[in-house]
């Protein structure tokens, strides 16, 4: 079964981090464009960070200096590192491959 899991989120304060976690089964990440996605009520879906096959990064411009998107080959899953995090980073985070197979989102609260 072709599937992502996300993990990771959870209620932190502002200035604080967490760490996201996609694992993928039935695809290799490796081989494909990687994308975290997050959704906040009221606002348009947005992509927050990329990673493509041969490892290139990209980022919106309010996470850059601040989230970093990386991948594991060995364990097949790609990670999103927040730091710093804001109010307005509050959202639900999806993982997503290749634009068409999403993950089941994991929400992310920042507030004090």
């Known amino acids: 079964q072709v599937q992502l899991v996300e993990s990771g989120g959870g209620l932190v304060q502002p200035g604080g981090s967490l760490r996201l976690s996609c694992a993928a089964s039935?695809?290799?990440?490796?081989?494909?464009?990687m994308g975290w996605y997050r959704k906040a009520p009221g606002k348009e879906r947005e992509l927050v960070a990329s990673?493509?096959?041969?490892?290139?990064?990209n980022y919106a411009d309010s996470v850059k200096g601040r989230f970093s998107i990386s991948r594991d080959d060995a364990k097949n899953t790609v990670a999103l590192q927040m730091n710093s995090l804001k109010s307005e980073d509050t959202a639900v985070y999806y993982c997503?491959?290749?634009?068409?197979?999403w993950g089941q989102g994991t929400q992310v609260t920042v507030s004090s």
């Open positions: 997503n491959l290749g634009g068409i197979l």
């Open positions: 039935g695809i290799i990440v490796s081989r494909n464009f």
């Open positions: 990673i493509t096959d041969g490892g290139s990064t």
